[in-house]
């Protein structure tokens, strides 16, 4: 029963750990704010995580074993181009809206990030490994995912525009969308008026967005 008790302790401060530093970040939130919120003593929360640093250590953890358990669960496997990525950055983004911990990791990556347990670095290769898979297709079957984009540029240093993305590029983009979703998501960017955007719209504009970056750009004549 006692250890019962303390699991159900670790738990809940986790929570109100993750809540906090989601909304307050590492630098707006106490050990007290996070004893407050969770209904537990001081004494209680030293006893599992003796300083705000292993508390935010703590919430990472747990966004990256959430995250890799979500991720694994993708198999990106539908046969579609670049549909194995555009699920991986569904299942981030909604990861993003529905867990604090993943949320919360977040966030202390952008404040933190030199610290361990870079949220970003923990599906990292997964986004690699899905992008190597699609090019290895793309490359036969002319999708936009083709790996044999040339190393030239024009003299502003830009790829001629009758190329298509390379693998570092659509990795930078994915990467980005992840993060423009969670601005989005915050209200930091908006569409239209002051709220944040809705959950469906951003989900939209994610997809819609990937789905122009694989598809490279249109054959000359073409409407675009």
Known sequence: MR????????????????????????A????????QSAGVTMGALTFHF???????????????????AAVARTSGADGQPGAGVAELLDTLTRLLEEEPSVRAAARLTWEQPESAGNWHAGWSPDLRDRLARERAVGAGTGTGLDDTVPDSTGPDG??????????????????????????????????????????????QRLGRLWRRAVAGPPAPGAPR
């Open 158 to 203: 830009a790829r001629p525009d009758s190329t298509g993305p390379d693998g570092a590029d659509l990795e930078v983009l994915a990467h980005c969308l992840v993060v423009g979703a969670e601005a989005l998501r915050r209200g930091v960017v908006t569409l239209d008026g002051d709220d944040p955007a809705e959950r469906a719209e951003v989900h």
């Open 3 to 26: 250890q019962e008790r303390a699991q159900q302790t670790h738990r809940t401060l986790l929570r109100a750990a993750a809540t906090e530093f989601d909304r307050h970040g590492y």
């Open 50 to 68: 003796p300083s705000k640093a292993a508390l935010a250590d703590a919430v990472r953890a747990q966004a990256t074993a959430l995250t890799r």
């Open 28 to 35: 707006g939130t106490s050990l007290a704010r996070v004893s």
